[in-house]
């Protein structure tokens, strides 16, 4: 069974950090690219961040480039979104995402950023 379950969401002042952990299992890890997604309250469903199977290439979204980075350890099949200088217009559930034979997205963690 596939399965994500993602960590590490909390209350953080603006310009704060937090570093978000997807914990991975069920399906092949290291042979899927995987993304981080974000919801905020009322509106849909928005990309953040991409990286590839190896760890190797990352794509992110203009809202995020330059304050987010995102990486994997395949050997602990962890995925990571670090995030810094965040602002209010990043408070969202936070997911780890791929298509393994699907969309597949876990629980989500929440992320409030709020003085």
């Known amino acids: 069974e596939v399965q994500l379950v993602e960590s590490g969401g909390d209350l953080v002042q603006p310009g704060g950090s937090l570093r978000l952990s997807c914990a991975a299992s069920?399906?092949?890890?290291?042979?899927?690219?995987m993304n981080w997604v974000r919801q905020a309250p009322g509106k849909e469903l928005e990309w953040v961040s991409l990286?590839?199977?190896?760890?190797?290439?990352?794509v992110y979204a203009d809202s995020v480039k330059g304050r987010f980075t995102i990486s994997r350890d395949n050997a602990k099949n962890m995925l990571y979104l670090q995030m810094n200088s965040l602002k209010p217009e990043d408070t969202a559930t936070y997911y780890c995402?791929?298509?393994?034979?699907?969309?597949?997205r876990g629980q989500g963690t929440q992320v409030t950023v709020s003085s």
């Open positions: 069920g399906f092949e890890f290291d042979a899927y690219d």
């Open positions: 995402a791929a298509d393994i034979a699907g969309p597949r």
């Open positions: 990286i590839n199977n190896a760890g190797s290439t990352t």
